[in-house]
């Protein structure tokens, strides 16, 4: 089993800045894969950006060049730096896993960005 924990959430201006932590515990070793999700109310839940176990990152096309992910395997940790926030990223923001046979998910943290 993997935990995953957020935290950085919180209520920021439209151009402002929020980075949001991702806490990895547990059989970490299985993880092939990390990401960070959005759901918005009343809409469905969207994948946002992904990291490899080597590094290679994606982004959805909505926050390429404004949002960008990256972890620290010392620390098993994955963060999402957002900045140029607009009033359409607010959310709740949930942190994904991905092993072979699981998918995990935390919490989420909510993301609100007021214009």
């Known amino acids: 089993q993997v935990q995953l924990v957020e935290s950085g959430g919180g209520l920021v201006h439209a151009g402002g800045s929020l980075r949001l932590s991702c806490a990895a515990s547990g059989s970490i070793f299985s993880i092939n894969a990390m990401g960070w999700y959005r759901q918005a109310p009343g809409k469905p839940r969207e994948w946002v950006a992904g990291i490899t176990n080597g590094d290679s990152t994606n982004y959805a096309d909505s926050v390429k060049g404004r949002f960008t992910i990256s972890r620290d395997n010392a620390k098993n940790t994955v963060y999402l730096q957002m900045t140029s926030l607009k009033p359409e990223d607010t959310a709740v923001y949930y942190c994904?896993?991905?092993?072979?046979?699981?998918?995990?998910w935390g919490q989420g943290t909510q993301v609100t960005v007021s214009s």
């Open positions: 994904n896993a991905r092993a072979p046979r699981n998918n995990y």
